[in-house]
C-alpha cells in the first residue's frame, strides 16, 4: 500500500509532443512505469498516442532532458529512478500534481521549503521595501477575508510567501519560490485550515512573519516561518487516504517475456 492524496489536475499541453510528454511523464511519476521499466517500441508508442515517430521521438528528447528516462543503444528507452529526475522543472511538479501527490512528495516539499524560506523571512526582515510591507500586509488581509478552505485563501497563502521571498531580495530565493509555486499552491489546498482553532493558529502565525518582517527582527521571522512549515506538516498528516499502488502499465520486457 502506498499513501496517496487527491489528484489536482494541471492546464493541458498546447502541442503534440508536449501532450504525449506530460502523458508517459505522468504515467511514470504515478508508478505505471516502474524505475528501471524499458518503455514498449516506437511502433507500439506510435499506435497508442495516434502521433508521428518524430512527434513521439521529440516526446522522449524531452522527458530525456528532464531526467525521467535514459536512451541506451541496443537496449531502448528506459525509465530512470526517481533521483535522477529534475523537481525543480515546471513540467515534472505539474505531472506530480496530475498523478496524484502522496505523502512523501509532500515530505519533499516541506523539507526544501525548510531549507530556503526560515532564511528568506531572515533576509526579508533586513531587506523589505515599504512595497514589500504593503504587499505583505495586503495578502494577511485577503487570507482574513476568505473561507479557510477556499482557492481563495490558499492563493492569498501563497502570495505571502511568494512576498516574502520577493522581500529577500535574493534572486535564487525568488526563482525558487516562482518554480515550486504550484507545488505550494496544492500543498496549500490540502492543509485547509478547516477547523476553528487551526484557522485562527494559522492566521496568528502568519501575521507573526508579517510583524517580525516589519520590525526587522530576523529570528523572529525565521523562527515563525518554521512553525508555519511544521504546522502545515502536521495537517497534511490528517489528509492521507490510503490507496493501491497504480496499475503498471506493459512495457518492453513484458512483452518480450509473454
Request: hydrophobic content about 45%; glycine content about 6%.
Amino acid at each position: 500500500m502506498t499513501s496517496r492524496i487527491v489528484v489536482i489536475p494541471t492546464r493541458r499541453a498546447h502541442s503534440n509532443h508536449a501532450e504525449v510528454a506530460r502523458s508517459i511523464g505522468v504515467d511514470i511519476i504515478a508508478g505505471r512505469y516502474a524505475e528501471g521499466t524499458r518503455l514498449p517500441g516506437d511502433a507500439e508508442m506510435i499506435a497508442m498516442f495516434g502521433v508521428s515517430r518524430p512527434v513521439l521521438r521529440e516526446s522522449v528528447k524531452t522527458l530525456v532532458a528532464k531526467g525521467l528516462l535514459t536512451t541506451k543503444a541496443r537496449v531502448g528507452t528506459v525509465v530512470r529512478e526517481r533521483g535522477a529526475w529534475n523537481m525543480f522543472d515546471a513540467d515534472v511538479l505539474a505531472w506530480h500534481l496530475d498523478a496524484g501527490i502522496d505523502k512523501r512528495f509532500l515530505n519533499d516539499l516541506a523539507e526544501i521549503r525548510l531549507a530556503v524560506e526560515p532564511r528568506a523571512a531572515m533576509l526579508a526582515s533586513k531587506q523589505r521595501s515599504a512595497e514589500d510591507i504593503s504587499e505583505l500586509r495586503r495578502c494577511m488581509d485577503r487570507m482574513r477575508h476568505e473561507a479557510s478552505d477556499s482557492v481563495g485563501f490558499a492563493d492569498a497563502d501563497l502570495a505571502l510567501h511568494v512576498a516574502v521571498a520577493r522581500a529577500s531580495g535574493n534572486l535564487f530565493m525568488r526563482s525558487v519560490g516562482h518554480v515550486i509555486e504550484a507545488a505550494l499552491r496544492a500543498s496549500f489546498l490540502l492543509s485547509a485550515p478547516v477547523q476553528t482553532e487551526d484557522r485562527d493558529a494559522v492566521l496568528l502565525w502568519h501575521q507573526k512573519i508579517v510583524d517580525a518582517i516589519v520590525a526587522g527582527d530576523a529570528d523572529a521571522a525565521s523562527e515563525a516561518m518554521i512553525y508555519v512549515i511544521h504546522n502545515g506538516m502536521r495537517r497534511h498528516d490528517s489528509t492521507v487516504i490510503e490507496t493501491a499502488p497504480a496499475e503498471p502499465l506493459p512495457s518492453a520486457d513484458a512483452g518480450e517475456q509473454a
